[in-house]
């Protein structure tokens, strides 16, 4: 049996107060569901790192205000009584899309989230790859521009300054021309990188300008990743996603092939994520069942 | 019982002549040590990448000419009738230093080599990690600055670029003042970094300076890293070793920490390798003996 149930985070600045309303939500599902927490085997959870993985805790992500330190393993494990497993959004994501998505079949696959922020999974020999603390693949801070932008991290040139979703936003809001198809798009809305994409999609020169800047800063990291890693496959998020073969992932194949040796750049295969709004379940299943 | 003999490898253009002279050497050292092959377990190989490690070949590197696609491992383990190992010399060194030396007790490791070029070995989880096809962590072409100096491997802006030995020898040749102390150290003979870091040692300004730039590049490549790797420890060979705590380890140490986040540098160790002139031996042994 499959159901959902969607919600956004919005944090009471509470972690407590969160943590009660993510247990009335997932009760309410159960009882709609006709199902006692008895008939589950475990339970998966995909939360923004960074995450102290010894201790199941939530350690004090930028979009999550007052979590600082939350042992939500543990809560969520005493309100269900069932075992909880915790990971962080991007590893779950990278678990979902090599178990179920655009990952299949590689056993090592770098997979970015570009959403708001970069995050990135390692699976690196058929197993997700999280480093001794937990904190390793940190790729969306690699310095893609030594004292660059100024990230919502503290340094300077992370490749999330560049490519990142609420980067790239802040950005467009400050250069947008008020005339621009891009500006139309968005209308009365603040404008988005959803709204270069479509533009873009339609040949806007702005909004194609815009994406070529995204493309040539997004090379600048896989450019690292591939030196790094020699993955069999690279998997990119929503943004990629969204806006495809034509305007991103064919440009950064050509590109990163240049920049990267044959031995490493031949069979190497970079594609967008495939499983778009069925990614949050089966991340969270894939979490669930480590081993399955 | 332990006997050594060191070569420099002056490579014919013939590999089948350098290997009948790699045979020659390895039995002349048997007979020395009044040993046959048939009382050796394993014979362990450390050579330069890249390697096609499934056939056991040397595939082409810069500094063994005519030697494209060499299988040399098979080539010994023929002519001496016993199990051969091959290892790249990164990845070698850094399992001997991780065992013998510096990265001693730490499971997640990573060895730049620092010498002619700029190669890496990852000890990832307690283990050797190579990638699938074994050309993981080529650390040495991390791109530190985009579309900056020409790398020996025709690319742009590699960390091997700016503080790889034969690159920064390439460059003091060009702008080492005539009448400097680095120019006095060297003498006659042609301005290497190790006259560099005699004379920073007695505080020649240009020295220093020097220095100075070959730790700034060498943290951009170390930031890199330490997000993507999130390590316990880094360990640096040839050049760090030989420059010590004052001229390199110190100012590398609290620039990185201002680089990273105290998440991922808190804890972290940097320091130089230890294994020096035992280094060599070690290495083979690791290789010949990976599970021992």
Redesign the interface.
Known sequence: MRMRRRRPTEPSGEPGRDIARLLDDARALLREAGVTPAELSAVGISAPG?LDRARGAV?GPPNLPGWRDVPLRDALAEGLGLPVHLENDANAAALAEWRFGAGRGF??LVYLTMSTGIGAGLV??GEL?T???G?????G??????DGELCA???RGCLEAYVGGAAWTRRLRACTPAGSRVAALAGDSAVKPEHVVAAAGEGDPFACEEIERFNRYLV?GL???V??????AIVLGTIVAAAGEGLCLDPVRTDLAA???P??GRGLVVRAAELGERLPELAGLCVAFPEA
């Open positions: 960074p350690v056993d090592d690196l020999g790859y480093g001794s603390f904190n390793a693949g940190e790729l801070h690699l310095p893609i521009e030594w991290c503290g340094q600048r450019t690292a990743l030196f790094t890693f020699a993955p069999q920049r990267v040796w031995l490493l």
